[in-house]
């Protein structure tokens, strides 16, 4: 079983994809030739031909409107937007046509469309390459917004992605790209959407967070297992539809929730989490559900990059605080 790295790995799922249905396509900015600004397609065309996988203008409206119309015709287009702060122009795309598709034509028509988008900071990148925005996708109902935090789960979630009837936006934590190997099984076995996973089995203290918090999130894990708390730490992996069921049962296991995510804290998708949770599960909580994320600012330049973003540290101490209520 190879060691990859999650860029590896999505094109190991690209390949994979391609080869098993010939429908599928990959186009956008740079992903021929250049094999991608991230190299996430590196090789493809070689392979596969310039039909398959094609070089667009630089245009996100363009790139998206192809995806649309391409799936609604019976191809399964996996389309790249080079950064999550070039997506806006995509909006139209998604909100008005992909995401209503089969709700507008009574289910005659269906999206099958991927719209893979590197997102995140923590890379030093200027303004406009660091955002994360996902709370703004999982509000346009019909749309499914998927993160990997891992090599293994993004080459099966990606598969799944361009496998589903329906339009995906898959969200690459691009700080996760080469942080890290570890064995992919890379024979074409999918992992189920719209489920959560649990990461780390734990009593005290549950911590809900994706994409590339997950990182610090395992870190932090061991740092208060030193210290004799143990915490069931959950990857929501699927944002939209989210598994609710997963988190609110870890909740009433553990009685607290802390919520980790690098986007701004206003209307993040954490806020969504606590709302569920309170909702569905105020009588098992031990402890206020606290947050630990990003701040209500743009992603600052290279040299404040580190004081944005949510740490170890911060949530080690968050999971502390939340262990003194009785």
Request: net charge negative; hydrophobic share 45%.
């Amino acid at each position: 079983m190879p060691e990859l790295t999650l860029v590896e790995a999505v094109r190991q799922a690209l390949e994979y994809a391609m080869l098993e249905d010939d429908n599928v396509i990959v186009f956008g900015e740079d992903v021929g030739i250049n094999g991608g600004v991230f190299r996430a397609t590196d090789g493809l065309v070689q392979r596969f031909g310039s039909s398959r996988v094609r070089d667009t203008p630089l245009s996100e409206t363009l790139i998206a409107g192809m995806a649309v119309g391409a799936a609604v015709e019976g191809m399964r287009p996996v389309a790249e937007i080079q950064f999550m702060g070039f997506l806006y122009p995509a909006i139209d795309q998604l909100v008005n046509h992909a995401s209503r598709m089969r709700t507008r034509t009574r289910g005659r028509l269906t999206c099958p469309m991927v719209l893979r988008v590197p997102f995140g900071g923590g890379i030093h990148a200027p303004e406009h390459h660091s955002e994360s925005a996902e709370a703004m996708l999982t509000h346009i109902p019909g749309l499914r917004v998927v993160i990997p935090s891992s090599p293994a789960r993004a080459y099966g979630l990606l598969l799944a992605a361009i496998r589903s009837p329906d339009p995906v936006v898959f969200l690459e934590p691009k700080r996760l790209y080469r942080i890290e190997r570890e064995p992919v099984d890379s024979g074409g076995e999918a992992l189920p959407l719209d489920t959560a996973f649990r990461l780390n089995e734990g009593d005290h203290v549950s911590i809900i967070s994706w994409g590339a918090m997950i990182h610090e999130c395992s870190q932090a894990v061991s740092l208060l297992s030193e210290q004799g708390v143990s915490v069931d730490l959950i990857d929501l992996a699927t944002l939209s539809p989210l598994d609710e069921e997963t988190v609110l049962e870890s909740v009433r296991k553990t009685g607290r929730c802390l919520i980790v995510h690098e986007a701004a804290r206003t209307a993040g998708f954490g806020a969504e989490i606590a709302a569920r949770v309170a909702e569905k599960e105020l009588l098992s909580l031990l402890a206020p559900i606290r947050r630990v994320t990003g701040y209500d600012t743009v992603m600052p330049l290279p040299k404040l990059e580190h004081q944005f973003m949510p740490t170890t540290e911060k949530i080690v101490q968050a999971a502390l605080e939340s262990m003194e209520y009785a």
